[in-house]
């Protein structure tokens, strides 16, 4: 399984911006899939995520309300939607494949066995 995030970038306070993730495997529509990110010297965040199954979705507290995950089986995409952002939401951004066919959205990042290379958001002030 190969994931390949974009879409990061450096941009100011307020500004949206959208994450994308690609999904090598044919059989991308089994796999819940969610966006972690990791700030300077912090542990690593789980930021959204949404199911397998029922396209549920849940989302981290400090970026409920302002971004949005949702996914596109047929293109094996995966995309995050970051609007009003903030100083805070600086880090690299991954994406990430479970295969473990929860009937609930994992959260943590142990429960995620595959992972992309990472993309940087940097906000400005």
């Known amino acids: 399984v190969q994931l390949q995030a974009s879409g990061g970038g450096l941009v100011q306070v307020g500004d949206s911006l959208r994450l994308s993730c690609r999904a090598s495997?044919?059989?991308?529509?089994?796999?819940?899939m969610g966006w972690f990110r990791q700030a300077p010297g912090k542990e690593r965040e789980f930021v959204a995520a949404?199911?397998?199954?029922?396209?549920?979705?849940y989302y981290g507290g400090s970026v409920k309300g302002r971004f949005t995950i949702s996914r596109d089986n047929a293109k094996r995409m995966v995309y995050l939607q970051m609007n009003n952002l903030e100083p805070e939401d600086t880090a690299v951004y991954y994406c990430?494949?479970?295969?473990?066919?929860?009937?609930?959205?994992?959260?943590?990042?142990?429960?995620?066995?595959?992972w992309g290379q990472g993309t940087k958001v940097t906000v400005s002030s």
């Open positions: 990430a494949a479970d295969r473990s066919a929860s009937r609930s959205i994992n959260t943590r990042s142990e429960d995620y066995r595959y």
């Open positions: 495997p044919l059989t991308f529509a089994q796999y819940g």
């Open positions: 949404v199911h397998w199954m029922n396209n549920s979705t």
